[in-house]
Each structure stands twice: as structure tokens, then as C-alpha cells.
């Protein structure tokens, strides 16, 4: 199975700085990669994906970068906002049994 | 769109009790989902249906719990009899399927605590 793993459950980043959260996958065979945001109180949300195409995807104010080489993404989030406080879990996209597994989750935690 | 709705938001009971945990998925969405949330384990992937069959229930813990989708806008996660380590917070999401994209849709949660 698939094994998802965060190198920090917790990344305090001061408002306005860059936020780097990070992951690591062991299943070379994933197509894709999927980050989600979960604030406090509130169910998980999606933010982006990337396929296993891709190297880098941006959205707004975010960017992933995959890196398959050593089975490594990123989530950045660029000049971090208080509404960005919140837990981030990435996970491998659906497998044919079409479910994703979550793995714990990395809470950030803005800086006034 | 009214979203994931699930009932109740929380609930306090006594072990040994039966709990029901309701969910009404987005209208159009053909894959729902269980999950049960706690610090120690994280975000646990219970048992999944696409319309409205089981597709894999191998996450669900015990005899103790079990899910129904009666028809496509209503699901229920049940607990009989209900022990204290059930206490978390379980979440449903729908999806419209995930062929092409792993975005679900999740409820706000129920956040059961047994005593």
C-alpha cells in the first residue's frame, strides 16, 4: 500500500514569509498527487493537484513541486496569510480502488 | 450548493449506547466516503460506496460499526455498542467520482465523544 509520510507535524512560519510544507510518498507508481487544507473545526479542502508528469504547478499564492526522484513534494505558500493557519495533508491520488488515504497532516501555525 | 451535510455536530454519549451518524452528499455525487479523524491516528479512511454499493469497507474497525446507503442523498455510520475509543470525529465526503481528480468534498464533521 501506499505509505505517506510528513517530515514535520508542526511548521510555525511568521506572517508574510513563505510557508515550505514537505512530504514524502514511498508508491513510485502514483499518477498523482493531491494536497488538502483542513481548518480548525472544519472538514478537509481540496487545494491542488499535480500529476506525476509535472515537476511544478502553481496556483494561487500556492505552489507544488514534485520531485521523483527522491519521492518528495512540497507545498509552498507564498507570503502567508492568518487565514493560511490551518492542518495540510498531501496524499497520493485515488488508486484503481478509487479511495486516497490521508496521512497525519502537518499543522502550520502563523506568527503574528 | 448546501454542500456535505452531516448530523449531528456533536454528540455525547454513554458506552454501551448506539450512535447513528447521518450524511447527505452533494446532489450528483456518486462516491461517498467515511472517515474518522483523531490525534493519534490522524484522517482514517472507514469504508466507501459508489452508487450507493460498498466498494471497500476494510478500514472499518469492527463488527461494532457498520454503513448504509440507502439511496444516492442519504448515508448513516453506525456504532453498536459504542466505547470510549470510538470518541473522534467522523467526516463524510462525496465526489463525483475520482477518475481524473482526488478532490472530495467533505462535511463539517460529527464529533462524537464516548464516556
Known amino acids: 500500500g501506499e505509505s505517506v509520510g510528513l517530515h514535520l507535524p508542526t511548521l510555525s512560519v511568521q506572517e508574510g514569509d513563505n510557508s515550505i510544507i514537505n512530504c514524502a510518498y514511498s508508491?513510485?507508481?502514483?499518477?498523482?498527487f493531491i494536497w488538502y487544507k483542513q481548518e480548525s473545526g472544519k472538514g478537509p479542502q481540496f487545494i491542488i493537484d499535480?500529476?506525476?508528469?509535472?515537476d511544478k504547478r502553481q496556483g494561487q499564492r500556492v505552489t507544488v513541486l514534485l520531485n521523483k526522484t527522491v519521492k518528495h513534494l512540497s507545498l509552498q505558500i507564498a507570503a502567508t496569510q492568518p487565514g493560511d493557519s490551518a492542518v495540510y495533508f498531501c496524499?497520493?491520488?485515488?488508486?484503481?480502488?478509487?479511495?486516497?488515504?490521508f496521512g497525519k497532516g502537518t499543522r502550520l501555525h502563523i506568527l503574528p | 450548493d448546501a454542500g456535505v451535510i452531516q448530523s449531528p455536530r456533536h454528540e455525547v454519549t454513554e458506552m454501551g449506547q448506539e450512535v447513528t451518524l447521518r450524511c447527505k452528499p452533494i446532489?450528483?455525487?456518486?462516491?461517498l466516503f467515511w472517515y474518522r479523524q483523531t490525534m493519534m491516528r490522524g484522517l482514517e479512511l472507514l469504508i466507501y460506496?459508489?452508487?450507493?454499493?460498498?466498494?471497500?469497507d476494510s478500514g472499518m474497525p469492527e463488527d461494532r460499526f457498520s454503513a448504509k446507503m440507502p439511496n444516492a442523498s442519504f448515508s448513516t455510520l453506525k456504532i453498536q455498542p459504542s466505547e470510549p475509543r470510538d470518541s473522534a470525529v467522523y467526516f463524510c465526503?462525496?465526489?463525483?467520482?475520482?477518475?481524473?481528480?482526488?478532490?472530495?468534498?467533505f462535511g463539517e464533521g460529527s464529533r462524537l465523544t464516548v464516556l
Open positions: 499535480i500529476r506525476s508528469n509535472m
Open positions: 465526503a462525496s465526489s463525483l467520482g475520482l477518475a481524473d481528480t482526488g478532490e472530495l468534498f
Open positions: 446532489s450528483g455525487h456518486n462516491s
Open positions: 496524499a497520493p491520488g485515488p488508486n484503481r480502488d478509487d479511495k486516497i488515504i
Open positions: 508508491n513510485s507508481a502514483s499518477d498523482y
Open positions: 460506496f459508489n452508487n450507493n454499493v460498498p466498494i471497500d
